[in-house]
């Protein structure tokens, strides 16, 4: 079974800096990646997906891909309080790109600090 | 406006009941997904659906079942044999055809037990 790697956190992070998520993930065969975000109480919401080595950015944030070291970032940047949230890591079960449905990090959760 | 519709929003579940958690979606989306949130905790496939008619386990579908009779609706019937069913739970759907399709959430169930 894959197993996806998140640091719990929290990380607190002060108002306009950049906040860093980082996941990190057991199998070489993955080939899309996705990020969502989950305020509290509520369910997750897709903000960025990845499926090629590089950077991918999408107004404020940024994912990061490093397929050979197993690894894939979010960046957000000029952090506001609304950032303030738990940011699942996710990539699809078995081949099948996420038909299988996804195996999903725990989450870091992140304090923007007015 | 299209999207993913469940309910009811909080369920209680007294010993030995079965209850059935509704979900329906009007985004013309072929697989349909059932995930389990424990607190703290990161997302867990309990069922899932490619297709009308067909579904297959996830990693903890012990205590579940599930029935895709419409392309829309997919209900998740927690039984008596599921023993700690208090949970947050969240259907999801994606488009089938192509790889690398996200998936997005309804805004979930939050079942108890009395």
């Known amino acids: 079974q894959k197993e996806v790697e998140q640091n719990s956190g929290p990380l607190s992070v002060p108002e306009g800096a950049i906040a860093s998520l980082n996941c990190t993930y057991s199998?070489?065969?993955?080939?899309?990646f996705f990020w969502y975000r989950q305020y509290s109480g509520k369910s997750p919401e897709l903000i960025m997906s990845?499926?090629?080595?590089g950077d991918k950015e999408d107004g404020r944030f940024t994912a990061q891909l490093n397929k050979a070291s197993q690894y894939v970032s979010l960046l957000i940047r000029d952090s506001q309080p609304s950032d303030s949230a738990t940011y699942l890591c996710a990539l699809p079960e078995g081949s099948g790109g996420g038909a299988d449905g996804l195996t999903f990090g725990k989450g870091t959760h992140l304090i923007i600090q007015p | 406006d299209g999207g993913i519709t469940q309910s009811p929003k909080y369920l209680f579940r007294k010993e030995g009941q079965n209850v059935t958690l509704s979900c329906e979606q009007n985004?013309?989306?072929?697989?349909m997904y059932w995930y389990r949130q424990d607190p703290g905790q990161g997302l867990r496939l309990i069922y899932y659906?490619?297709?009308?008619?067909?579904?297959q386990k996830g990693d903890i579908a012990e205590g579940y079942s599930v029935s895709r009779e419409k392309k829309e609706s997919f209900p998740l019937t927690v039984t008596s044999a599921q023993k700690n069913p208090t949970a947050f739970y969240l259907c999801a759907s994606s488009m089938r055809q192509g790889l690398n399709q996200p998936q997005h959430f309804g805004d979930g169930t939050r079942l108890s037990i009395l």
């Open positions: 199998d070489r065969v993955s080939q899309s």
């Open positions: 990845i499926y090629s080595n």
């Open positions: 659906s490619q297709i009308v008619n067909d579904f």
């Open positions: 985004l013309n989306h072929d697989a």
